[in-house]
Structure formats: structure tokens, C-alpha cells
């Protein structure tokens, strides 16, 4: 009921910059957080930063200070500029959203990710 559509992964070189964008579309009653999360080869999905409706925001250590999240909540997107990026940030990046659907159930939703990689 809720889609995830992620763009504006690629191939950048060591110190370059990414912008992810996330766009929900679906039976949306309300949003409540989204955020990123990633998964590099051989290793687990790992949380890469969050975002709360009120705009609060939550990173992993590895990229505080290089990476910033925020959202448009008309446009149900969830954006992800990345910055000084290094080659151990190369990961499928995967969207996610949480909230309310038009007849009051809960949702959890992923998007299908979107590759970066980082060239050194």
C-alpha cells in the first residue's frame, strides 16, 4: 500500500558528494519517521540516519558531520546529502518510512535501494 521510490545513487570518487531522495506514494494517512539505512557487501543492514516528523534527527557515528538528512512532508520525500564520502561508505542504500495508512493501520515500508559506490 505504500511505495518507496529511491533515486541518485551512483559511482563518485573519494571526497565527492551523493544526494539520495526517497519519494512515498501510496495510501498515506500520516508519515511519521523515515530515514536511510545501508547494506555493504558480506555485512548487515545498518542504520545510517533518521528523521521524525518534527524534523528530529539521529545519524551513525561514521557519518556524523559528513552526511544530513531532512524531509519534505508535503511532498513525502525523505532526502540524504552526502558529503566527503569514502570508500567504505560504498552500500545499497535503502529508504524506509513508518506511519499511519488511510484506514488506520500501521506501516513500515522499504524502498528497493539504490547503489553508491565510492571509488578510491
Known amino acids: 500500500q505504500v511505495q518507496l521510490v529511491e533515486s541518485g545513487g551512483?559511482?563518485?570518487?573519494?571526497?565527492?558528494?551523493?544526494?539520495?531522495?526517497?519519494a512515498a506514494s501510496g495510501s498515506i494517512f500520516k508519515m511519521n519517521a523515515m530515514g536511510w539505512y545501508r547494506?555493504?557487501?558480506?555485512k548487515q543492514r545498518e542504520l545510517v540516519?533518521?528523521?521524525?516528523?518534527?524534523?528530529s534527527t539521529k545519524?551513525?557515528?561514521?557519518?556524523?558531520?559528513?552526511?544530513?538528512?531532512?524531509r519534505d512532508n508535503v511532498k513525502k520525500t525523505v532526502y540524504l546529502q552526502m558529503s566527503s564520502l569514502k570508500p567504505e561508505d560504498t552500500a545499497?542504500?535503502?529508504?524506509?518510512?513508518?506511519g499511519i495508512l488511510d484506514w488506520g493501520n500501521d506501516f513500515i515500508s522499504w524502498g528497493q535501494g539504490t547503489q553508491v559506490t565510492v571509488s578510491s
Open 39 to 42: 547494506q555493504a557487501p558480506g
Open 92 to 98: 545499497v542504500y535503502h529508504c524506509n518510512a513508518q
Open 59 to 70: 545519524y551513525a557515528d561514521s557519518v556524523k558531520g559528513r552526511f544530513t538528512i531532512s
Open 10 to 22: 551512483g559511482l563518485v570518487q573519494a571526497g565527492g558528494s551523493l544526494r539520495l531522495s526517497c
Open 49 to 55: 540516519a533518521t528523521i521524525t516528523s518534527g524534523g
